[in-house]
């Protein structure tokens, strides 16, 4: 399968990442990336870019060094209600949302108020990619997830820094494997990504793809084959 985009990077602005903007963009061009999405943590992430840097965004060129740019974010989910870290006020400008649970910002609830978290969350327009959904620090059902994101055209995310080796996010492979069996028998999108602190780890997706290969997932439910495949499945939120 072609690979051609990464849209869940992070530059300096989200505060434990190392490079900008452009330096990410320019790092991608050497890579060959198509298109290269910068998803900077929300402003409730300890140390992240205030809701300021997310509503200016605007100005940040959609193209460099002749690779297509979107500027987005990645979203804290910050209570089990699936409320996030940006109102529309400030998310106006993105190009899109991923949300995503991390321990500083939201204590786990029982698999059922996860699942009940994330599908509050799946109703917010911004949000077009659900990250990380195999970090077992938050258990939820992988298959009413699925089944979920597939009828509001949300996508799931296959996240290399999750199912590397020496991942630090608890259960992330065997449930990475369970996700990608719902996704295929739902018909469920997926994103393949770096989660990219630095720019060296752009287009990082070595273990990622060897699991989309090794179960045979159709490659037809997978964004990252085509700009326009990704483009297509932004627009197609419900
Ligand atoms: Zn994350
Ligand atoms: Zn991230």
Redesign the pocket.
Known sequence: MRDVLDI?T?TIASGHAYNTIYEMARSAAEKGVQLLGI?D?GPAMEGSASKHYFRSSRCIPRELYGVKILFGC?LNIVDLDGAVDLDETFSAALDYGIA?MHDVCLTSGTEKENLHAYLKAMENPKVHVI?HPDDGAYPVDLGELAKAAADHGVMLELNEASVRLGSYRLNARPNAYRMLEACAKHGTQVLVSS?AHIERNILEHRHALEMLRETAFPEKLVVNRSTEALLAALQARR
């Open positions: 869940h992070h998803s943590h990645e995503s990250g989660d």
